[in-house]
């Protein structure tokens, strides 16, 4: 099986590196690069895919302990 990796970025979005499937709610395969950045901060435009927006917004990513 091949690896894939996926790491929350400081303060950013899930970094996904690897061969990955997603699918929308109706189970519609949706087309990606091998490396994609998915949404963290809930607030994208572009979801389920990162646009920057928590840039703008400050988004603080710490991960609870």
């Known amino acids: 099986m091949p690896d894939v990796t996926i790491?929350?970025?400081k303060n950013g979005p899930y970094a996904v590196t690897g061969p990955v499937?997603?699918?929308d709610h109706n189970g519609r395969k949706i087309?990606?690069?091998a490396q994609i950045a998915l949404?963290?901060?809930g607030q994208s435009a572009?979801?389920?895919y990162?646009?920057?927006m928590h840039?703008?917004?400050d988004f603080d990513g710490t991960l609870a302990k």
Do not use: E, F, H
């Open 7 to 9: 790491t929350a970025t």
């Open 21 to 23: 499937t997603i699918t």
């Open 31 to 33: 087309d990606q690069p």
């Open 39 to 41: 949404c963290r901060c």
């Open 46 to 48: 572009n979801k389920p």
């Open 50 to 52: 990162c646009d920057g």
């Open 55 to 57: 840039l703008s917004i």
